[in-house]
């Protein structure tokens, strides 16, 4: 029996059915890059079409070079392998021909019916050629659902480009983030040592407070640049938690303790309400901390002197909430919508009393994120105080108690060490030296590597503060040299940098550090640390 064609009406049924199968390819490359995306175009114009020859040609990327497939029989074939064939396919992409119209012409593989589709124009632009020998090719559907397929390909790659360049643009934020905290720091650095050298040494009620003035700016600044560090890890998930059972109790102790410099400074009330019995989670016990102080301290700012500020810890059986409200300005409904949003503020006064960039709320929702929890705020309106819940997974674990912050070393109790110290910043090293000697160290400075490894070779020290960022030669290297001059060789080697991310700690601990100090320091707690030396010998941490 002859063959028979199919009826129109089931010809256009089965098109129409391959285009609404074609609509499901953009749900497949989501979240895929380029290349992914034109190999998946390919394969489903393959299962529909019975195309015997395609040749594409486009630019993924802008810095990439561009792209060149080819298939025979829906397998990719090297351009190598069939050489003819390339540079007759690269030859008929530049046939003028219309984008879009038949065409016929010899091939290597014979006589072939041609359709040449545009990927784009430009930079950017591209073209895809599809033959065939066969004489009906390509039939209204088959023109149909090539057209859609290389149509959806194209929008998919503007996609794909501009993921690509929301994620450069993310990476040079954080790199531009990360230079700028190290260079805000590096002048910090001295300025916050200055401050406690005058604390020091002080004598008369002028000094001592403008000494004070500048430890608690130095500290605000400093703090700022935390957070928008803190926030861009975070939003990027570049925050490793250090997941253990802790109690919500013990670390709303610890955060009140934090934040308790503030609510006393505007003479703030603190009731507390916390359930009987533990009320435990499975957290990053710094991270949640960190938290609680956010929320603590958002309440102390929006609150005008003398408020109320309460914070309620109940359990349920699978959750444990944080509850921290105030009776200060409130929030209008828009407002709480967008609490949790970057630089989202309440409204300012011209003073801007409260301070801050509005990245503490934003950093709450990430962290409670981070640990599957949720976060929700709450008023009633202006003037009538807000209310700021985390909800978090309850653990059925008993947590360890977080040790408290240990104190600073007795000045009288401190042992004198040998010490040197080496940065390229002239004034934050004389300070640092001022401060160290004050205390009682005995302190050679440097300013050059070189110089550095020459006094490690000809005197023995106990204690080494080097900068990482040196000129000619880097902290890391000039630690790995030094560690091999017999003077230095169990000497105790902390790291004073701006520098403070997970990898820089890693990468310092690596180099043969042992502590790593980020600027501005901590003198309290370097000087602390100093004295402990003889006692517990030399072991790595970080600070």
């Known amino acids: 029996m002859p063959a028979v064609d199919a009826p129109p009406q089931d010809t256009a049924e089965q098109g129409v059915r391959d285009l609404m199968g074609l609509l499901a390819l953009p749900a497949l490359w989501a979240g895929r890059d380029g290349e992914t995306i034109l190999q998946l175009m390919l394969q489903a114009i393959y299962r529909v ?39 007759a396919c690269q030859a008929l992409l530049r046939t003028p021909v219309a984008d879009g119209r038949v065409f016929e012409a010899d091939t290597p593989l014979g006589p072939m019916r041609l359709l040449r589709l545009s990927m784009g124009y430009g930079q950017l632009g591209g073209k895809i050629l599809f033959g065939s020998p066969d004489v009906q090719f390509p039939t209204f559907n088959q023109m149909a659902f090539l057209r859609a397929a290389t149509s959806l390909a194209v929008t998919g790659l503007h996609a794909a480009r ?9 990476r040079a934020k954080d790199e531009f983030l990360a230079m700028l905290a190290h260079e805000l720091r590096n002048p910090l650095a001295p300025i916050s040592a200055a401050a406690d050298l005058l ?28 957070d928008l560090l803190d926030v861009s ?22 955060a009140l303790e934090q934040s308790q410099p503030l609510v006393e400074a505007k003479r703030h009330r603190v009731a507390l309400e916390l359930p009987p ?20 301290n958002n309440a102390a700012k929006y609150t005008p002197e003398g408020g109320s500020i309460g914070v309620r810890v109940a359990t349920a059986p699978d959750t444990v909430t944080i509850e921290v409200s105030d009776n200060g300005i409130g929030m209008e409904p828009g407002l709480i919508r967008r609490a949790f949003e970057l630089f989202v503020q309440a409204e300012r006064t011209p003073d801007r009393s409260q301070g801050g960039l509005g990245l503490g709320l934003p950093l709450v ?21 807000s209310r700021l819940r985390v909800m978090l997974p309850r653990s059925e674990a008993q947590g360890d108690e977080v040790d408290a912050v240990q ?46 490894i020459e006094a490690a070779k000809s005197g023995t020290f106990d ?33 004073i940098t701006g520098y403070g991310h997970a990898s820089d700690r890693e990468k310092s601990a690596a180099a043969g550090f042992d502590h790593h100090f980020v600027k501005p320091v901590d003198m309290a707690r370097l000087v602390a640390l100093l004295s402990q030396l003889h006692d517990v010998g030399r072991t790595p941490s970080d600070t």
């Open 49 to 87: 079409v019975p195309v015997r020859l395609s040749y594409l040609e486009t630019v993924v990327l802008p810095e990439q070079p561009t792209l060149v497939r080819m298939h025979l029989d829906g397998l990719p074939v090297e351009q190598e392998a069939q050489a003819t064939l390339a540079t």
């Open 162 to 170: 501009a993921t690509h360049e929301r994620e450069q643009a993310s």
């Open 199 to 226: 604390s020091m040494t002080a004598a008369g009620e002028q000094a001592r407070h403008a000494s004070g003035v500048i430890t608690r700016q130095v500290r605000h600044m400093t703090g700022l640049i935390d």
């Open 233 to 254: 890890r975070v939003t990027r998930g570049l925050v490793a938690l250090e997941r253990a059972p802790v109690d919500v109790k013990r670390l709303v102790a610890l």
């Open 277 to 296: 019995g533990p009320a435990c989670v499975d957290g990053d016990a710094k991270r949640l901390v960190q938290v609680l102080v956010n929320l603590l």
């Open 365 to 385: 929702r990430s962290l409670v994120g981070l640990h599957g929890g949720k976060v929700s705020a709450h008023s009633e309106g202006i003037g009538h105080g």
């Open 407 to 452: 104190a600073p070393a007795d000045a009288q109790s401190r042992q004198a060490l040998r010490t040197l110290v080496v940065d390229d910043n002239e004034d934050a090293a004389s300070t640092l030296v001022m401060y160290l000697e004050a205390s009682g160290h005995v302190v050679t400075v440097e300013h050059d590597p070189a110089r550095a």
């Open 463 to 495: 204690a080494l503060l080097l900068d990482l960022g040196l000129p000619g030669m880097d902290g890391y290297e000039l630690a790995r040299r030094i560690r091999l001059q017999p003077g230095a060789a169990r000497a105790t080697i902390v790291a």
